[in-house]
């Protein structure tokens, strides 16, 4: 499972918006054309988006790219997670 701080803010930020906008996994993967198992993963941090499939999962959504990132920088900052946190020595 993907436990980074911002990877978990953005998955539940997606799943948020598949719900919002009325979309069942299997719908969501129907667009995408593919498995229902594909949505389930990336949404219980099993799996990892790279760029170009977060951009496809947007479009699938009908979500614009920039205010999701937006809104989880927006997230991000008011949970007080830094980027690089991970990065910093100890």
Do not use: W
């Amino acid at each position: 499972m993907l436990t980074d701080p911002i990877y978990i803010l953005f998955r539940k930020l997606l799943s948020e918006n598949r719900v919002k906008v009325g979309l069942t996994q299997v719908e969501v993967a129907d667009r995408l054309s593919l498995s229902q198992s594909y949505v389930s993963k990336y949404e219980n941090g099993e799996r990892r988006l790279d760029l170009a499939e977060f951009l496809r999962v947007a479009e699938a959504l009908g979500i614009d790219p920039v205010e999701f990132l937006q809104e989880l920088l927006q997230r991000v900052k008011e949970q007080n997670v830094s980027p690089s946190k991970r990065f910093q020595q100890k």
